[in-house]
């Protein structure tokens, strides 16, 4: 059983998300502000946490920022139609995903399982699965962990996924429409930003080539590609 942590201080609704999310199999911890989500968010017995931006004491994306300071659990955020640089800012600190409010409880618990297949995976795929070495670049999906020349890459969950696709198609161009449907679990929505968010800050993290250029290029009309030297 997964287990869900679901920070929002709108009372109703979480009552409303935690019934569902329950009768879907999962146990669900709930808190009503930042500065509560934040302390059992870094106990570490959460799979994912769901986190609503706009709450009273701590604000959701100042409790982002403290979670992802000492952990990197996978993180859904909750934010209002229309917020876009919320969203953004939220990715930028690191969230997995966002889902726009009011959203159905059937459309949060998809959301949830796309993540937790793309973090957790099944013992057989992890048990088969072999590291993949691109140039300086070296990653060990049964761990969820890579390394740049030998040294630790510090990803979030979303941001080791889309690695991982772009590192199986190396030397490749990959679309956007396969980063999210493979790496977020989902099929892109019309304007989304998520995807170039997160190939950003792969660039800052991620090291340079011989020649000084990025290994993490934009292809014209065709995605992106992460370059075999």
Sequence with gaps: MSKVLLIDDDIELVGMFQEYLEQEGFEVKTANDGEAGTACALTGQYAIAILDVMMPRMNGLE??????????????????RGDDTD????????????????????????????????????????????PIVVGQLTMWPEQ???????????????????????????????????????????????F???????????RHKLGTLADGRSCLQTVYRMGYQLIKD
Excluded at 70 to 80: D, F, K, N
Excluded at 100 to 106: A, H, L, N, Q, V
Excluded at 192 to 202: A, G, K, P
């Design 63 to 80: 409790t982002l920022r403290r979670i992802r300071a000492a952990s990197r659990m996978p993180i859904l955020m909750l934010t209002g």
């Design 87 to 130: 969203r953004i800012v939220g990715l930028e600190l690191g969230a997995d995903d966002y889902v726009t409010k009011p959203c159905t409880p059937r459309e949060l618990t998809a959301r949830i399982r796309a993540i937790l297949r793309r973090t957790q995976g099944t013992p057989m795929d992890q048990l088969a699965s072999a």
């Design 144 to 190: 969820r962990r890579a390394s740049w020349a030998g040294a630790t890459l510090e990803l979030t969950s979303t941001e080791f996924n889309l690695l991982e696709v772009l590192a199986r198609n190396a030397g490749k161009p990959v679309s956007k429409n396969i980063l999210s449907e493979q790496g977020l679990g989902r099929p892109m929505a019309r």
């Design 192 to 202: 989304d930003r998520n995807i170039d968010v997160h190939l950003s800050s792969l």
